[in-house]
């Protein structure tokens, strides 16, 4: 069996969206509890030009080298009712009792952008193709209004390992809503470089 290792320091994070996205794309503000769950945390700050769309939760758990470490987030997601530049001020938030303060930025909101629907089955090759020679068709892509669709999705970061190393697992549910084509997902993900059984 594998020996665990205490956890590292514990400490809590604000990171602030992108500095430009189109009308259409949603702006987060997320917070983040290392190694201590989250508890307790202040209320969002509001954005002028901007309404409160909702909010969703991440965690991961790390164990590297029978190190352990792990994370919470709570992402809150703000949708612009126009384009233009809106500043969002510095602010100050208080999560888990620890007081952390952003600077705050300028947001540039472009006009929105279509959304191309992916071909779900284009990652895969017809095994008859090279057979009988014929070329593989590259599939076509149209740009679609995106409608209510949810999905999970698992990855991983590498295709082949030795016994021993680590590894990306991240499991992601994703909702994709037709009023505001925004979408939302929550992702678990775990890195893990216990040895692997053999059989």
């Known amino acids: 069996m594998a020996k665990l290792h205490p956890l590292q320091a514990q400490q ?8 430009q996205i189109p009308q ?3 702006f987060t ?9 989250l508890t307790d945390y202040d209320r969002f700050p509001d ?13 991961s758990t790390n164990v590297i080298n029978g190190r352990v470490s792990m994370s919470q987030s709570i992402v809150q997601q703000y949708q612009a009712q126009k384009p233009g530049k ?6 100050e938030m208080t999560v888990n009792g620890k007081k952390i303060s952003s600077p705050g930025k300028t947001i540039t909101v472009t006009e929105p952008v279509q959304q191309r629907a992916n071909d779900p089955f284009g990652m895969f090759d017809d095994p008859f193709d090279s057979f009988f020679g014929r070329p593989r068709q590259q599939p076509q892509y149209d740009f679609v209004e995106v409608q209510d669709a949810s999905f999970f999705s698992l990855l991983v970061d590498k295709e082949h390992i030795y016994v021993g190393e680590g590894v990306n697992v991240q499991l992601a549910f994703s909702y994709a809503n037709r009023i505001n084509r925004l979408s939302t997902s929550v992702a678990i993900s775990m890195n893990s ?3 692997l059984s053999k059989r």
């Open 24 to 26: 259409n794309q949603a």
């Open 12 to 19: 809590v994070s604000i990171e602030l969206g992108p500095n």
């Open 47 to 59: 954005i002028p030009g901007f309404q409160k769309i909702g909010t969703s939760s991440q965690s």
């Open 29 to 37: 503000i997320t917070i983040t509890s290392h190694n201590e769950q």
């Open 86 to 91: 809106f500043v969002l001020p510095a602010f």
């Open 193 to 195: 470089s216990t040895p």
